[in-house]
């Protein structure tokens, strides 16, 4: 019944951007924190954007701050993620995921639903 569905990734030329979209179903989001992570080839899942759906206070990893932004639609239980300034090494698989309140949204432990994922591909 829980579904997290992304959409919007896509092959970008360096310094293009991208919006990543998370639509959420069978969850009181009130009651959740979302976030943003992602996952290269052979590396550990990273820490991106997170949000707490009530109040909409943001988190950033140090490596996307100043040029990705998470924001939220209340009326349509989505997610989103606006890439800007994209680099080759922002080159990854972008899942959205849901925490319960009191959690550690930069872990990744943290959050007990996830999204499939979808692929971002920023070319030199």
């Known amino acids: 019944q829980v579904q997290l569905v992304e959409s919007g990734g896509g092959l970008v030329q360096a310094g293009g951007s991208l919006r990543l979209s998370c639509a959420a179903s069978?969850?009181?989001?009130?009651?959740?924190?979302m976030g943003w992570f992602r996952q290269a080839p052979g590396k550990e899942r990273e820490f991106v954007a997170a949000?707490?759906?009530?109040?909409?206070?943001?988190f950033y990893a140090d490596s996307v701050k100043g040029r990705f932004t998470i924001s939220r639609d209340n009326a349509k239980n989505t997610m989103y993620l606006q890439l800007n300034s994209l680099k080759p090494e922002d080159t990854a698989v972008y899942y959205c995921?849901?925490?319960?309140?009191?959690?550690?949204?930069?872990?990744?432990?943290?959050?007990?639903?996830w999204g499939q994922g979808t692929q971002v591909t920023v070319s030199s």
């Open positions: 995921a849901a925490a319960r309140l009191g959690r550690a949204v930069r872990i990744s432990l943290s959050y007990d639903y």
């Open positions: 069978g969850l009181t989001l009130s009651s959740f924190n």
């Open positions: 949000i707490r759906w009530s109040g909409g206070t943001t």
